[in-house]
T-cell receptor
Framework: SQTIHQWPATLVQPVGSPLSLECTVEGTSNPNLYWYRQAAGRGLQLLFYSVGIGQISSEVPQNLSASRPQDRQFILSSKKLLLSDSGFYLC????????????FGPGTRLTVT | GENVEQHPSTLSVQEGDSAVIKCTYSDSASNYFPWYKQELGKRPQLIIDIRSNVGEKKDQRIAVTLNKTAKHFSLHITETQPEDSAVYFCAASRQGGSEKLVFGKGTKLTVNP
């Protein structure tokens, strides 16, 4: 069966520091991968998605970037964090073969101080 | 692009009553409509979905209906229980390589014992 992992689970970082969040998927190959951000008490904002290695599409221009160095690995990064980057970051995957179902990882709660 | 509106933003019911959450979408090419349940501090969980070739789908106490002509779909929960209390999100997706979802803003459902 498929499993999605995210780490770290929680993170407290000062303004201006760099960020690296990692997401990996097991039990499937060539998945579609997605990064979402959820501000406290708010909805899900799609940040990036990837349909293959090295293929990244950005949905919202901002202080973040994403990379997909391996088939089942998706990384969210920032060179300098802003206070507004605080939130719950969720990685998700879908099979990319027309099944559409999208499954979320456990998330990383980021607090920028 | 696609826009998904969700109503109501909050809903309070008595245990045993029914709950209905409604969503409308703008892109007539959308053909996949999932619903997610998110408990406090947890990841969103896919609870039911429907594709544009069917009008209704049921799974025990939950059901989803789709009206393609009017471009709206609804989640119905019968015999509500306190453990149904959560935030529910609807979403829409269109056929294509990215399978990306556009989410509604969520409905906070409270089931009072």
């Amino acid at each position: 069966s498929q499993t999605i992992h995210q780490w770290p689970a929680t993170l407290v970082q000062p303004v201006g520091s760099p960020l690296s969040l990692e997401c990996t998927v097991e039990g499937t190959s060539n998945p579609n991968l997605y990064w979402y951000r959820q501000a406290a008490g708010r909805g899900l904002q799609l940040l990036f998605y990837s349909v293959g290695i090295g293929q990244i599409s950005s949905e919202v221009p901002q202080n973040l970037s994403a990379s997909r160095p391996q088939d089942r690995q998706f990384i969210l990064s920032s060179k300098k964090l802003l206070l507004s980057d605080s939130g719950f970051y969720l990685c998700a995957w879908s099979s990319g073969r027309g099944s559409y179902e999208q499954y979320f990882g456990p998330g990383t709660r980021l607090t920028v101080t | 692009g696609e826009n998904v509106e969700q109503h109501p933003s909050t809903l309070s019911v008595q245990e045993g009553d029914s709950a209905v959450i409604k969503c409308t979408y703008s892109d007539s090419a959308s053909n996949y409509f999932p619903w997610y349940k998110q408990e406090l501090g947890k990841r969103p969980q896919l609870i039911i979905d429907i594709r544009s070739n069917v009008g209704e789908k049921k799974d025990q106490r939950i059901a989803v209906t789709l009206n393609k002509t009017a471009k709206h779909f609804s989640l119905h929960i019968t015999e509500t229980q306190p453990e149904d209390s959560a935030v529910y999100f609807c979403a829409a997706s269109r056929q294509g390589g990215s399978e990306k979802l556009v989410f509604g803003k969520g409905t906070k459902l409270t089931v009072n014992p």
